[in-house]
């Protein structure tokens, strides 16, 4: 079993570990502190996840409340309402009538109940999107970050103008910083994931694939230079 659902602490101390090798390798680099921020939301979305796990006590308490009225209301109804005298043709025809409005009105109890059973669902997906808006950021602020990261600057040719940006003249050190992007954009994916592992849902596995998605995207882009960089050794 241990193998079969992600570990929020393992992820967590994954991140914790990437964030010390960013720092050793480059303590002065912007990408160190982006690196504490995945530490830092990941532990905020780990237990995010674990919340959703549990059960809405009150609200599940306001749906049974709900039935048990309606249920109690049906019944009093049912018992100033006698359908077991019809004498003729007018009590005939009123008394199809009231059938015909009971039935409507079991079908709009009926679907009333559906809603307030699915409002649950609804709530917790609506807070798996707000957490999964925060990661999504971060994924595009590790994109910025590798911008700018470019192998053609390794060419002998290669001649910078006044507002190029500072870059990595080593190509060690240039494969080092990109694949430490992978890394980090990988863990983001993970984290995602965990939300759709607690929450049994289609929108927000499909919310959470997205994540992913964009991730494995933008990994693969900067998977790109690093053999980029391979080739030029």
Request: charged share 25%; net charge neutral.
């Amino acid at each position: 079993m241990r193998y079969r659902a992600l570990d929020p602490q393992l992820i967590i101390e994954t991140a914790e570990r990437l964030e010390g090798r960013i720092g050793e390798r480059f303590p002065e680099a912007g990408l160190r502190g982006v690196a504490a921020e995945l530490v830092s939301l990941s532990r905020d979305l780990a237990k995010a996840a674990k919340a959703l796990e549990t059960p809405i006590w009150w609200l599940r308490g306001v749906i049974i409340a709900a039935f048990a009225a309606g249920v109690a209301v049906f019944l009093f109804v049912g018992t100033i309402l006698p359908l077991d005298r019809i004498s003729g043709a007018d009590d005939a025809v009123q008394s199809m009538q009231g059938i015909e409005a009971t039935i409507n009105t079991v079908i709009l109890a009926v679907l009333g109940l559906l809603a307030l059973v699915r409002t649950e669902e609804r709530i917790k997906r609506k807070k798996v999107f707000r957490q999964l808006h925060g990661l999504r950021s971060l994924i595009h602020v590790i994109d910025m970050h590798q911008l700018t990261k470019d192998p053609a600057a390794l060419s002998a040719d290669f001649k910078p103008t006044a507002h190029s940006p500072q870059r990595i003249t080593n190509a060690a050190d240039l494969a080092r910083y990109l694949d430490y992007c992978s890394e980090m954009l990988s863990i983001t994916g993970k984290i995602a994931a965990l939300f759709a592992q607690s929450v049994n849902d289609d929108v927000v596995i499909d919310g959470v694939n997205d994540i992913e998605n964009l991730s494995s995207n933008l990994s693969r882009k900067i998977w790109q230079k690093i053999t980029l960089i391979e080739d030029r050794r």
